[in-house]
């Protein structure tokens, strides 16, 4: 009872840094993930049009690698690379985002019925109309539901950059065991969970609705 | 026209899948491919909208080899429908069967009106259907769609791959007896590839039978059935449907083998005679090197004894050649209410069809029908 007053006050007095913390938080999530969309996006489409299978198992398989690298040892090697700071976490959280995002657009594309993809050549669409009005919106489901899952996972996972420095709700957490503030570590913890949820909730609802058509 | 000339096809691994294909497929005219699986007819059909390229050899379309077009101009004016249906899911029908006329910035009333004009050709109500997307159609019904976006953009040629093999047995029947409606109607060049042989004699005005990238067989389903050029072709039609075709005779078999005739410089009574002695009520006439004039009737000559028949206004037409089917001796015996000459291609007279015997042949033609039946 005690704890849950203390709480409330703590977030009535100091809820400015809270929400600083939270959209320092977005910020590094979001652009981890967005530039992990740019990079895989035209790769994923890139790979499904290879022939040579190997180059792309490699790739596949770098993408995988960084994603057995745990995320602490990830965040520490930026350290002597990049130094400490926002970039630095960022380029981590990016590095982990490309296995899910490629994964997920490269087997969305491969989905595509090739009956279709064959009339509409066969009908005479270029191979950039073929891509753009219907390789890509028939495999929208898939990079859209990679980009969600991907996004939560990058949510939870910025709580540790602010190991190096990076700001975010993890500062709060960290000070919050240095401190040996409950408040601190729950205002923290709490918070990227209702981030997570969010963003599960608002790209869940676009997926929905993007294939809600068919 | 579509010419194919000296066509070969080898693919990169070295398999020769057509071998010198040479084919005309004429304008208005439904040519369909057929042949066993990985006879080279999808192959050849792909080489017309360079979908495959040919290795060697030429294709015109209209005296335009095609090899120097732009490919996917060249698509956008031919028809393309293939067996698994090819809609775009995330489309709706409106927005599938508008497809090329929009590629081709036909403006917005007139793809409208375009859409709405195919939908009732094939007997969907546009209000219903426009805005509906594929899934929410039958397999019938999507095929339907298929066809009417190959026509959208009004191409002459229309490819059509396996189209209705996927459906079940009744949407097929109904299709393919859309597709002949249809054919009369717009009068496209269609190049249709089936394994169906029930199908390809059903449809088409020329069949072309390929086996092993060479094509064994081509003509009219009529001439497949009469004259298999080979065991492969007889086996390809099968015994059965090859017995069915033979029911009805063919002109030659049936001709008599006496010509019986009168010459134009004889006279009615002579013709009389040779009426009454022969037991016709019609009789040809020709002139002095055999050459068909028209027919002098019974009646004809009763009523002008003793004239010359070159005076007499014979009848011209109701005559028919060896080439001819036995159904359009029929037809002219019906319409004329004579016996049917027959001649050659050079009007030589050589023989005739009796009211008599054609009776004779629809009767035992309909016994063994039944027979079957039973």
Same mark, same amino acid.
């Given at each position: 009872?005690?704890?849950?007053?203390?709480? =409330?006050?703590?977030?009535?007095?100091?809820?400015?840094?809270?929400?600083?913390?939270?959209?320092?938080?977005?910020?590094?999530?979001?652009?981890?993930?967005?530039?992990?969309?740019?990079?895989?996006?035209?790769?994923?489409?890139?790979?499904?049009?290879?022939?040579?299978?190997?180059?792309?198992?490699?790739?596949?398989?770098?993408?995988?690698?960084?994603?057995?690298?745990?995320?602490?040892?990830?965040?520490?090697?930026?350290?002597?690379?990049?130094?400490?700071?926002?970039?630095?976490?960022?380029?981590?959280?990016?590095?982990?985002?490309?296995?899910?995002?490629?994964?997920?657009?490269?087997?969305?594309?491969?989905?595509?019925?090739?009956?279709?993809?064959?009339?509409?050549?066969?009908?005479?669409?270029?191979?950039?109309?073929?891509?753009?009005?219907?390789?890509?919106?028939?495999?929208?489901?898939?990079?859209?539901?990679?980009?969600?899952?991907?996004?939560?996972?990058?949510?939870?996972?910025?709580?540790?950059?602010?190991?190096?420095?990076?700001?975010?709700?993890?500062?709060?957490?960290?000070?919050?065991?240095? =401190?040996?503030?409950?408040?601190?570590?729950?205002?923290?913890?709490?918070?990227?969970?209702?981030?997570?949820? =969010?963003?599960?909730?608002?790209?869940?609802?676009?997926?929905?609705?993007?294939?809600?058509?068919? | 026209?579509?010419?194919?000339?000296?066509?070969?096809?080898?693919?990169?691994?070295?398999?020769?899948?057509?071998?010198?294909?040479?084919?005309?497929?004429?304008?208005?005219?439904?040519?369909?491919?057929?042949?066993?699986?990985?006879?080279? &007819?999808?192959?050849?059909? &792909?080489?017309?909208?360079?979908?495959?390229?040919?290795?060697?050899?030429?294709?015109?379309?209209?005296?335009?080899?095609?090899?120097?077009?732009?490919?996917?101009?060249?698509?956008?004016?031919?028809?393309?429908?293939?067996?698994?249906?090819?809609?775009?899911?995330?489309?709706?029908?409106?927005?599938?069967?508008?497809?090329?006329?929009?590629?081709?910035?036909?403006?917005?009333?007139?793809?409208?009106?375009?859409?709405?004009?195919?939908?009732?050709?094939?007997?969907?109500?546009?209000?219903?259907?426009?805005?509906?997307?594929?899934?929410?159609?039958?397999?019938?019904?999507? #095929?339907?769609?298929?066809?009417?976006?190959? +026509?959208?953009?009004?191409?002459?040629?229309?490819?059509?791959?396996?189209?209705?093999?996927?459906?079940?047995?009744?949407?097929? $029947?109904?299709?393919?007896?859309?597709?002949?409606?249809?054919?009369?109607?717009?009068?496209?060049?269609?190049?249709?590839?089936?394994?169906?042989?029930?199908?390809?004699?059903?449809?088409?005005?020329?069949?072309?039978?390929?086996? $092993?990238?060479?094509?064994? #067989?081509?003509?009219?389903?009529?001439?497949?059935?009469?004259?298999?050029?080979? #065991?492969?072709?007889?086996?390809?039609?099968?015994?059965?449907?090859?017995?069915?075709?033979?029911?009805?005779?063919?002109?030659?078999?049936?001709?008599?083998?006496?010509?019986?005739?009168?010459?134009?410089?004889?006279?009615?009574?002579?013709?009389?005679?040779?009426?009454?002695? #022969?037991?016709?009520?019609?009789?040809?006439?020709?002139?002095?090197?055999?050459?068909?004039?028209?027919?002098?009737?019974?009646?004809?000559?009763?009523?002008?004894?003793?004239? &010359?028949?070159?005076?007499?206004?014979?009848?011209? $037409?109701?005559?028919?050649?060896?080439?001819?089917?036995?159904?359009?001796? +029929?037809?002219?015996?019906?319409?004329?209410?004579?016996?049917?000459?027959?001649?050659?291609?050079?009007?030589?007279?050589?023989?005739?069809?009796? &009211?008599?015997?054609?009776?004779?042949?629809?009767?035992?033609?309909?016994?063994?029908?039944? $027979?079957?039946?039973?």
């Amino acid at each position: 009872m005690e704890l849950i007053t203390e709480l =409330l006050e703590f977030w009535q007095t100091r809820y400015p840094k809270i929400l600083q913390y939270t959209l320092e938080h977005i910020t590094i999530s979001f652009l981890a993930v967005l530039f992990g969309i740019l990079l895989t996006l035209p790769l994923g489409i890139y790979l499904t049009r290879m022939k040579f299978k190997p180059v792309r198992e490699t790739i596949f398989g770098i993408a995988n690698v960084f994603q057995t690298i745990p995320t602490i040892a990830l965040l520490a090697i930026m350290i002597p690379l990049l130094g400490i700071g926002t970039t630095p976490a960022i380029v981590a959280l990016f590095l982990y985002s490309l296995l899910p995002l490629l994964r997920n657009t490269f087997a969305g594309i491969k989905s595509v019925d090739p009956g279709v993809i064959e009339s509409a050549r066969g009908m005479g669409l270029s191979p950039v109309q073929t891509l753009f009005k219907i390789e890509i919106p028939l495999a929208f489901p898939y990079i859209i539901s990679g980009i969600k899952v991907t996004t939560v996972y990058v949510i939870s996972w910025t709580t540790l950059a602010a190991v190096i420095g990076a700001g975010g709700l993890g500062d709060l957490i960290l000070a919050g065991i240095g =401190l040996n503030s409950k408040v601190l570590i729950i205002t923290g913890t709490i918070s990227a969970i209702l981030l997570a949820l =969010l963003a599960d909730l608002v790209l869940g609802f676009v997926e929905k609705k993007v294939t809600k058509q068919r | 026209m579509i010419e194919l000339k000296d066509v070969q096809k080898i693919y990169e691994d070295g398999f020769q899948a057509l071998k010198n294909i040479n084919l005309k497929l004429e304008d208005g005219k439904i040519n369909v491919l057929i042949g066993p699986s990985g006879c080279g &007819k999808t192959t050849t059909m &792909k080489m017309l909208n360079r979908l495959i390229e040919q290795s060697r050899g030429t294709i015109n379309i209209d005296g335009t080899d095609i090899s120097t077009m732009n490919p996917i101009e060249l698509r956008r004016g031919i028809g393309y429908v293939i067996q698994s249906i090819g809609l775009f899911p995330h489309m709706t029908i409106y927005e599938n069967v508008a497809t090329v006329p929009k590629l081709l910035k036909w403006d917005k009333a007139k793809i409208n009106d375009r859409v709405t004009e195919l939908l009732e050709m094939v007997n969907l109500d546009p209000d219903t259907y426009k805005g509906r997307y594929p899934s929410e159609l039958s397999g019938g019904q999507q #095929q339907r769609i298929g066809v009417i976006r190959a +026509l959208a953009a009004e191409p002459s040629i229309i490819l059509m791959d396996e189209p209705f093999s996927a459906l079940d047995p009744i949407s097929r $029947e109904e299709l393919q007896d859309e597709l002949i409606r249809l054919q009369r109607e717009i009068h496209k060049t269609i190049v249709f590839v089936t394994h169906d042989m029930d199908e390809a004699l059903k449809i088409a005005d020329q069949i072309i039978l390929m086996q $092993e990238g060479e094509i064994v #067989q081509m003509g009219s389903p009529e001439e497949l059935l009469r004259n298999p050029a080979n #065991q492969f072709v007889e086996n390809f039609i099968g015994s059965e449907r090859m017995a069915q075709a033979k029911d009805l005779p063919s002109i030659e078999e049936i001709l008599k083998d006496s010509v019986v005739s009168a010459g134009e410089n004889g006279t009615t009574n002579e013709a009389l005679g040779i009426m009454s002695e #022969q037991q016709l009520d019609s009789l040809p006439v020709t002139d002095d090197k055999g050459v068909f004039l028209g027919q002098v009737s019974l009646y004809q000559a009763l009523e002008n004894p003793d004239t &010359k028949l070159s005076d007499l206004k014979l009848q011209k $037409e109701g005559f028919v050649s060896t080439e001819d089917h036995l159904s359009r001796a +029929l037809h002219y015996m019906e319409e004329y209410r004579l016996n049917v000459p027959v001649t050659d291609v050079d009007r030589q007279l050589i023989g005739i069809i009796t &009211k008599s015997q054609l009776l004779a042949i629809m009767h035992s033609y309909y016994d063994t029908k039944n $027979e079957a039946a039973i």
